[in-house]
């Protein structure tokens, strides 16, 4: 097969790509077992070996001993001692599909009885106890031998030192070391801290920690071991020969010899158990208290195990499925920045889309120039994309290797992108740039609206990203439109009598223009938006906004954006073009008749879309909404729904709130001296007081009814409780806000520490969590009823 897949067409072709990725293979191995620095994702590890494979099954002249994809691990790094295993230690076949692992199952697995385990993301070990002593810790090196590392596996304090109860005379006891979850970001800034080498992830962590030549050092970073399998068993009793009959019972065994074994192993027994377990430890991956990287199914029957074997590399009554990235490689295209409500400038990656952890992400966060810095990524530069869960994408650093010197670096801004204003620091020291144009900056400005209108404010429907920007910055996309102009594209425009007319630039006139030089490449990207060149192809002029600033979002009528236009990137079945269209954002189209031989006829008007008549109603139901909503919804830096819950609770009003001082503000429950401070200053600014006096007088209501203010009983103070799935009764919202009401705190998180799960229809992974856990589960009316006694039912529901 060649690099994209296909036949190779004969051996030269072949022995050329198997030269050219080989050496990359054998570098990766030796970084990923060494702890050095990835030098490629696992994602593209694992398809380079699989092209090896499929050339040297198409070729088997190239499958000579030397090949990576023939030999497990990587051979001992310098400084270390070899050490042989007394039975070598195998790999895992992978499989990346559903069908390939139900081939596994049902055909070599016979479909029997398979323990289901998650495939843990960190090194492997051998531990050799002799009379129940440990011995030996060695790494798997090639898997014949390994790097002695006895000294720093003792450091481990899961580890064992000595064997407890029946133990055989001698037994290699084979595991991963690893990093918590909970533990690596602690660990990764006291390294920052410390001016020490920070890790790409985890399992890097571990295998560096692993190979610290000074054991002190090994023992100060957080290592942890769990035991999923054995090697050589010598000088059993019958007791214990009887529990090595299976693999269940072997991990029974190394339970009662002290040595720790993974939570999360289950017996299986069917095609829908092992697709079952797939799926849910898909969605619990970044919740489990190590990472993992996919699901390992081993035939139960330790008899069977032997009379299946194994092949040069791998057990074939094993298998590994293995789930869809989290880190993979794209090109980063571009660094911009975007600026957000509080006016922080914040750069990122515009990239080659690509699918990780089951999404396509496009762009990714690079948080500051700092970080831009730090992680060394030159536009241009194939990067790690990191995307675990939920998790905003980010740009984890640089594949160095795959550069080829044409990657340039990127330079922050000195002007806002959005107002021009000169960028800064709030104060000296910061990391964080600033746009300080906080009152009429359009993207601060669109940014706050679209909070407006967020769950967290006032939780109105249609006012979001979209919504705000063609309220606030209906132009944000006009350069773009118009740089795709000057580089060939078109803008489509709708004229006079409702026709839509394509605009292209001839090259010659964009040369006159001093556009393009006379290759066509754009001399100044700047030129293209000078008005005069706008108006010489008739493409209309910038807008005024509907909003210049939120006090006027309370007057917002359907007429007040009557005659607004955006600019849209025009798509084919999905795709993008590069051309644009000038489009109404909130008006329906008007529709024309057009006699023959006769003008044009208005046939339908332009009259008010579904949209902004759904903006305005939801903003005229707003105004009486609860007073904290109103709070967080005035942008107040450090104000958000739990502050402003606690000071509506307490004040009742927004005018008494505002006639406190800040020591009496401060001694509320959930504010503080910093957030009491921010609050009480953000009123001493004129235009921050425009806003308030300007939804007042649009008759908005900055206080809550007595009746609704008088506090609930705190039923569930102290308690964490989790809600997963539709109520009948609640929303999303009004289930957290029952629960907070009450004193309880609303976690969307399950914990040893939750107090109760509650469980709607089409519950998600916490459910599963929880039962794992041994958290009690509740359906509503098993929730009403803690509600109001605070005690967790454990009877019927009530329902």
């Keep these: 097969m060649g690099h994209n897949g296909e036949v190779t067409e004969n051996f030269g072709d072949a022995r050329e790509r198997w030269n050219e990725i080989a050496p990359l293979v054998s570098s990766a191995q030796r970084a990923y077992h060494s702890g050095d620095e990835p030098i490629v994702t696992d994602e593209h590890y694992d398809r380079l070996v699989r092209e090896l494979r499929r050339l040297e099954a198409e070729h088997p002249e190239l499958a000579v001993d030397s090949s990576p ?143 610290q030549k000074d054991p002190k050092v090994a023992a100060e970073r957080p290592l942890d071991f769990i035991a999923h399998g054995a090697g050589r068993i010598d000088g059993t009793s019958s007791a214990v020969d009887e529990k090595l009959a299976s693999q269940k019972g072997l991990y029974e065994l190394f339970q009662e010899w002290g040595v720790p074994v993974s939570p999360y192993v289950r017996l299986v027994s069917s095609w829908d158990d092992v697709e079952g377990f797939v799926r849910e430890y898909a969605d619990l991956r970044s919740d489990l208290i190590h990472g993992i990287d996919g699901a390992v199914f081993k035939i139960d029957s330790r008899a069977e195990q032997e009379d299946l074997g194994a092949t040069s590399r791998v057990p074939r009554w094993a298998v590994a499925y293995k789930y869809p990235p989290e880190e993979v490689e794209t090109r980063l295209l571009d660094i911009k920045v975007q600026v957000g409500r509080t006016g922080r400038v914040t750069p990122f990656a515009v990239m080659k889309p690509v699918t990780v952890a089951g999404s396509t992400v496009a762009q990714a966060t690079l948080h500051n120039p700092s970080e831009v810095a730090r992680k060394g990524v030159l536009i241009g530069d194939v990067v790690v994309v990191r995307k675990a869960g939920d998790v905003i994408p980010e740009v984890l650093g640089p594949v160095s290797a795959l550069r080829d010197g044409s990657e340039r670096e990127w330079t922050m801004p000195s002007a806002c992108p959005s107002c021009g204003t000169e960028l800064a620091p709030a104060k000296d020291g910061d990391v964080d740039i600033r746009c300080p144009n906080a009152r009429s900056c359009p993207a601060q400005l669109a940014e706050r609206v679209a909070y407006i209108g967020s769950r967290a404010a006032l939780d109105v429907e249609a006012l979001g990203e979209e ?333």
């Design 467 to 799: 919504t705000s920007l063609w309220l606030t910055d209906p132009e944000r996309r006009r350069p773009d439109a118009l740089m795709a102009f000057a580089e060939g594209r078109k803008l489509y425009i709708e004229g006079e009598g409702g026709r839509t007319r394509a605009v292209c630039a001839p090259t010659e006139k964009l040369r006159e223009l001093g556009v393009v030089d006379h290759d066509g490449a754009i001399i100044d990207s700047e030129h293209i938006v000078a008005p005069d060149v706008q108006r010489s192809f008739g493409i209309p002029a910038p807008q005024t906004p509907a909003l210049s600033s939120e006090a006027g979002l309370f007057e917002l009528v359907p007429e007040s954006v009557q005659d607004v236009w955006i600019w849209q990137e025009v798509r084919v079945k999905g795709e993008p073009t590069g051309d644009f269209r000038r489009v109404r954002a909130a008006w329906t189209k008007p529709k024309w008749r057009r006699p023959q031989g006769k003008p044009a006829e208005l046939a339908s008007p332009s009259k008010p879309g579904k949209m902004i008549e759904l903006v305005v109603a939801e903003l005229q139901a707003a105004r009486t909404k609860e007073l904290w909503r109103k709070i967080v919804a005035l942008s107040i830096r450090h104000v958000g729904p739990t502050a402003a819950k606690a000071i509506a609770s307490s004040f009742g009003s927004l005018s008494a709130a505002r006639e406190a001082s800040v020591e009496e503000m401060a001694q509320i429950d959930g504010v503080g001296r910093v957030i009491a401070q921010s609050f009480l200053d953000w009123f001493d600014v004129p235009w921050h007081t425009e806003i308030v006096e300007a939804w007042e007088a649009a008759g908005v209501v900055f206080a809550d009814e007595a009746a609704e203010r008088q506090e609930l009983p705190q039923t569930l103070k102290g308690m964490t409780v989790v809600a997963t799935g539709a109520l009948a009764g609640y929303t999303r919202d009004s289930v957290k806000e029952a629960i907070e009401a009450r004193g309880g705190k609303a976690a969307g998180s399950v914990s040893k520490k939750t107090a109760a799960v509650v469980v709607g229809a089409n519950p998600g992974s916490k459910a599963a969590k929880a039962e794992a856990l041994g958290v009690p589960t509740l359906d509503e009316g098993q929730f009403e009823e803690l509600l109001r006694t605070g005690e967790i039912p454990t009877g019927p529901s009530q329902t």
């Design 69 to 211: 994809a023939q030999s497990v691990g990587a051979p001992a790094a310098a400084g270390f001692e070899n050490v042989a295993h007394l039975e070598r230690l195998y790999s895992l076949q992978d499989v990346f599909t559903l069908d390939d692992l139900k081939e596994w199952y049902e055909g070599t697995a016979g479909a029997a009885r398979c323990t289901a385990e998650v495939k843990i993301d960190g090194l492997a070990v051998n531990l050799r106890y002799v009379g129940g002593e440990l011995v030996v810790g060695a790494t798997r090196g090639d898997g014949v031998t390994g790097e002695d590392v006895t000294a720093n596996v003792r450091t481990i304090s899961s580890v064992p030192q000595s064997l407890r109860g029946d133990f055989p005379d001698v037994v290699e006891i084979r595991g991963e070391v690893f990093i918590p979850l909970a533990k690596f970001d602690s660990f990764n800034a006291r390294q920052r801290a410390a001016g020490l080498k920070e890790f790409a992830n985890p399992r890097n962590a571990a295998a560096g920690s692993l190979r």
